[in-house]
Structures are given as structure tokens and as C-alpha cells.
């Protein structure tokens, strides 16, 4: 009786091995077959991409606005004010020189003038702007690269692009 019973189990315990071992197989083919539907999606998408990049880059760039390193006064209003306060301090190191000048001119000496001297503010406008020009281009360089990849992955993943 024992040995029936164990034989039973075993008999019992192959059956269960040989249903898992089938349904892993179904399993593993419809992981593969996913899997080969998932590479063809993205070899569609990538040689999609690939006949229109230029198009796309063209449209990056132009998202930007079409003369994106044209000066415009009227859009530009940090860049406009950066300037008005740079020129207003060259312009009054200007009066200020004319102003030693007709000092000069008329005799006072250096002694008697009431004009101070020129000063020239160093302004690394340069370093300045490229910090904001640089971490702003980055953000949104960041968020297109994301969409750009999140659009890849949508097609990919069979959900369009």
C-alpha cells in the first residue's frame, strides 16, 4: 500500500512536472514572439526615423522659432535690459571723459576738478549669458529628448507613433 501510494505521488508529481514544463515553454514562446514583434516594431520606427531625421531636426531647431539667434528687442526683454544697463554705464563713462576734457580744455587742474574719474566696470556679460543660455538650452534639450524617446518607446511598445 505504502509503495502504491508513493508511486501514485510520483506519478502525480511527473504529470504536474510535465504540465509546468509545458506551460513554461508556451510561456517562453509568447516572451519570444513578443520580444520579435517589440525588435520589428522598433526596426519600423528606426527606419522611419532614419528617412526623416533631417525633417525632424529641421523642426527641432524651428520648435525654437525660425530666427532663434536674431536680436528682438520686443522678445528679449532680460537681453534688451542687460544692454540698457551696460550702454547707460558706457555712456556715462563717455560724459565723463568729455567732461575732463572741457576741464582740460578751460585750465581747471586736476586739483580743482569736480569730475571723477572714468571708471570701466568689468561685466563678464559673456560668461553671464552663456550660464543662463546653456542651463536653459539643457532644460529643454532634456524635455526633447525625453518626448523623443517616450515617442520611440510608444511605437515600440504597439502603441503608435
Known sequence: MIENAVEKARKAAEAAAAKLA?????????????????????RDY?????AHWTEIAREAVESEGDKSADYDPSTM??????????????????????????????????????????????????????????????????EFADALEAKRNRAIDGEGH
Not at 46 to 50: A, K, N, S, T, W
Not at 77 to 90: K, P, Q, S, T
Not at 104 to 118: N, R
Open 77 to 142: 526683454g532680460f537681453l534688451e535690459g542687460l544692454i540698457r544697463f551696460v550702454a547707460g554705464r558706457e555712456k556715462r563713462r563717455t560724459v565723463l571723459t568729455h567732461a575732463q576734457n572741457a576741464e582740460s580744455a578751460l585750465g581747471i587742474s586736476t586739483a580743482q576738478s569736480t569730475v571723477p574719474e572714468a571708471r570701466h566696470y568689468s561685466l563678464d556679460v559673456v560668461g553671464y549669458l552663456t550660464k543662463i543660455v546653456e542651463d536653459e538650452a539643457a532644460r529643454r534639450h532634456g
Open 22 to 42: 509545458e506551460a513554461e515553454a508556451a510561456e517562453h514562446a509568447r516572451l519570444a514572439q513578443i520580444a520579435a514583434e517589440r525588435a520589428e516594431r522598433a
Open 46 to 50: 528606426d527606419r522611419d526615423f532614419l
